[in-house]
């Protein structure tokens, strides 16, 4: 058959060498996973992701949540070319679009936090022709206060060391300014005494030497 029309035959063999040497496709996604925010704020839901193909108008983005309490899954987002908004349910008129495709983000933005919104929100990007890949995924908390995590301690604590550094800085200028001012009275005392002390030992001298003229 092959002989018939080689032509065709040798395209088939090209194609099964290309495929040997073409990469897998598939869509890598990062998030936070785990995210926490209070009542009636604004959050940025981050998602970014990396591709082996270029994007281009073929990209889309599914943004879905699924409630912590139970039930079905609820439409966010979606994006192909141009931002598309829910016109109904939960997040109508709460959530607008804030990633930009170029730089490989596709976050969104979702406004006036409700405590029925914690829940996992799910981030799935298609970029024929990479369209396999896990799906994004998190977790958001919706609380009354944030916590404190180690990042605020730690910001904490390395404003209380720098803070401290000044005030002992501080100190040390102040020290070594008096020290030298103290000093510097001294010398002055000093320079005033000893023209006294001259004078006094002329007298004295005068004296010696007129008792010795009497004598």
Not at 24 to 45: M, P
Not at 137 to 143: G, P, T
């Amino acid at each position: 058959m092959y002989g018939k029309n080689p032509s065709r035959a040798g395209l088939l063999l090209l194609g099964i060498q290309l495929t040997a040497f073409w990469p897998i496709a598939a869509v890598e996604i990062y998030t936070s996973q785990a995210l926490e925010a209070v009542n009636g704020t604004d959050v940025r839901l981050k998602c970014t992701f990396s591709s082996f193909a270029p994007v281009g108008d073929a990209l889309t983005v599914t943004w879905n949540f699924r409630p912590r309490d139970g039930g079905p899954e609820q439409f966010v987002f979606y994006y192909h070319v141009d931002p598309f908004k829910p016109m109904s349910g939960r997040f109508k008129d709460r959530v607008v679009w804030d990633g930009n495709p170029e730089r490989y983000d596709v976050s969104i933005i979702l406004w006036k936090l409700q405590f029925d919104d914690n829940g996992t929100y799910t981030c799935q990007v298609k970029n024929p022709p990479d369209v396999d890949g896990l799906i994004g995924e998190i977790r958001l908390s919706v609380v009354h206060t944030v916590r404190f995590s180690e990042i605020y301690f730690l910001a904490l604590a390395i404003g209380s060391a720098c803070a401290l550094m000044v005030i002992i800085v501080i100190v040390v200028v102040l020290v070594q300014h008096f020290r030298k001012k103290r000093w510097a009275e001294r010398a002055h005392k000093v320079v005033e005494i000893k023209p006294k002390e001259e004078e006094r030992l002329n007298q004295e001298k005068k004296v010696s030497i007129y008792l010795e003229d009497t004598d």
